[in-house]
């Protein structure tokens, strides 16, 4: 009774971790489309309506879920922060690389971002807009590959996590 207990326990810990590595790869293109339409609503904010950076990132943030949502609270509450001397580019720094890690996002997409942190708040608006793009279209690119890499390993993962523990479960008996 207690290897039959020990057993169902296993296999359902291998389905449990099988659909949570699926679900992290289906929530990945997700969040990339997301923040690519952000950083079209940042562009917008910037070039047409001339709203300063921090309001810019606020409104841009009020369209998104609550991981990216937090990424770019969290980049205009460290500009506004009294006494702290931030520029732009330190605060967004700063932002993704503490809230990146809550994303299913790879590293293609934070370098992304850090790049394009670089350029916001030291150049003119143009230049801000290009970079913006060129953020934007490398996302782009990016939610393709994580979409193929969807449908290639979704399935696997949760296959295998079941098999492993089928494998673990054999094993053991």
């Given at each position: 009774?207690?290897?039959?207990?020990?057993?169902?326990?296993?296999?359902?810990?291998?389905?449990?971790?099988?659909?949570?590595?699926?679900?992290?790869?289906?929530?990945?293109?997700?969040?990339?489309?997301?923040?690519?339409?952000?950083?079209?609503?940042?562009?917008?904010?910037?070039?047409?309506?001339?709203?300063?950076?921090?309001?810019?990132?606020?409104?841009?943030?009020?369209?998104?879920?609550?991981?990216?949502?937090?990424?770019?609270?969290?980049?205009?509450?460290?500009?506004?922060?009294?006494?702290?001397?931030?520029?732009?580019?330190?605060?967004?720094?700063?932002?993704?690389?503490?809230?990146?890690?809550?994303?299913?996002?790879?590293?293609?997409?934070?370098?992304?971002?850090?790049?394009?942190?670089?350029?916001?708040?030291?150049?003119?608006?143009q230049d801000q807009l290009k970079h913006l793009r060129l953020a934007v279209s490398h996302l782009t690119v990016e939610e393709?590959?994580?979409?193929?890499e969807e449908k290639r390993y979704g399935k696997m993962w949760k296959s295998l996590g079941v098999l492993g523990a089928a494998?673990?479960?054999?094993?053991?008996?």
């Amino acid at each position: 009774m207690l290897k039959t207990l020990g057993a169902l326990l296993l296999l359902a810990a291998g389905l449990l971790f099988g659909f949570h590595q699926s679900l992290a790869l289906s929530r990945r293109p997700k969040q990339i489309r997301q923040l690519a339409l952000a950083l079209q609503r940042l562009e917008t904010e910037i070039g047409y309506v001339a709203t300063p950076l921090p309001d810019a990132l606020r409104a841009s943030a009020s369209a998104l879920s609550p991981p990216l949502a937090a990424l770019f609270q969290a980049a205009a509450d460290r500009m506004e922060e009294p006494g702290a001397g931030r520029t732009a580019a330190e605060s967004w720094r700063e932002a993704v690389q503490e809230g990146f890690s809550r994303t299913s996002m790879k590293e293609p997409e934070r370098e992304a971002l850090l790049q394009l942190g670089a350029s916001l708040g030291i150049s003119d608006t143009q230049d801000q807009l290009k970079h913006l793009r060129l953020a934007v279209s490398h996302l782009t690119v990016e939610e393709r590959n994580a979409s193929e890499e969807e449908k290639r390993y979704g399935k696997m993962w949760k296959s295998l996590g079941v098999l492993g523990a089928a494998l673990v479960v054999v094993i053991m008996l």
